[in-house]
């Protein structure tokens, strides 16, 4: 007999999917995926976090600390104190204290953490996608989209860590008093870093659906990241609410976060407002002409006989 009395027995079928049953709004299909995928998404987090990790010790000990201060020290508030209790924000620098590495092998995993983590973002898209889709997905699945991803991952990657650099500085640029570059060079350089960010949200969704080469990636993903600026405004919104209450709110929830669920969590949100442009843009059309060609090719044949 499976299972104790008929219970735990996953040799039975579910009870499927009514085809009648109408589809239910957005919020909720969110949070269906949200609950009964939060395995998975725990998971992947983890693999995820765990290549990030040297990235973030970077990002929180030389972009997000000194920007952090710079921006408290600027409000017409408080200035006094104003980065008083900052340290501990810092979380992830306890482990430069507490492995005491030294500096070459801490360049040596940053930049293999560069490295990776283009190809990471690709599997763990391809697995949110997945579930995004209700299609079946499982942590092995991370691993091999990231293979299959690799080398589009990796120019990916390393075209985040040039963006990311390059958008960071420029925010950091803005709040210097003695800055030689005129104004409107900086605003024009955060803007494209801004754009940027809304193109990330179909780039790597785009990457693991359809085979395309690098520059017809981001062509594409401009188009439409135009196509789509509402649901990219959306997404930055929910997302940066979801930031601003992990990393200034209280933070020794950040510990708790970004291991367990917060990259996942993020990116099913991106993939979750994102996907349905993919789908009527990328996806629909390729169908059609698909379907066109074998209509064509019926009728080939049709007259042949």
Request: glycine content about 6%.
């Amino acid at each position: 007999m499976a299972g104790i009395f008929g219970f735990f027995d996953y040799t039975k079928p579910g009870k499927g999917v009514d085809p009648d049953e109408p589809e239910k709004r957005a919020l909720f299909r969110y949070l269906d995926i949200l609950w009964h995928k939060l395995g998975k998404l725990v998971a992947i987090n983890f693999i995820y976090f765990v290549i990030c990790l040297p990235i973030i010790i970077a990002f929180h000990s030389f972009v997000f600390e000194p920007l952090l201060i710079r921006l408290l020290e600027n409000v017409p508030f408080g200035e006094a104190g104003a980065g008083e209790g900052l340290t501990y924000s810092l979380f992830f620098t306890f482990f430069l204290f507490l492995f005491r590495l030294p500096p070459i092998i801490l360049i040596v995993l940053l930049a293999v953490s560069v490295f990776l983590i283009g190809p990471a973002t690709c599997g763990m898209t391809y697995v949110l996608r997945n579930f995004v889709r209700h299609e079946h997905a499982w942590v092995s699945d991370f691993w091999q989209r990231a293979r299959m991803n690799f080398k589009q991952g990796v120019f990916l990657g390393v075209l985040d860590a040039v963006m990311f650099t390059m958008g960071f500085f420029n925010i950091s640029v803005m709040f210097e008093p003695d800055v030689s570059i005129p104004s409107f060079m900086i605003g024009a350089a955060v803007a494209v870093f801004i754009f940027y960010l809304a193109m990330r949200n179909t780039l790597f969704l785009m990457a693991v659906t359809v085979e395309v080469s690098n520059m017809n990636l981001l062509r594409n993903s401009f188009i439409l990241t135009l196509d789509g600026l509402w649901r990219h405004l959306l997404t930055a919104v929910i997302n940066g609410v979801f930031l601003i209450l992990i990393f200034l709110a209280w933070e020794p929830a950040e510990l708790i976060f970004l291991p367990l669920i917060g990259f996942s969590l993020l990116g099913l949100t991106s993939v979750f407002i994102s996907y349905p442009i993919i789908h009527k843009r990328l996806i629909i059309p390729a169908m059609e002409r698909e379907r066109g060609e074998d209509d064509e090719s019926e009728e080939s044949e049709d007259e042949g006989r």
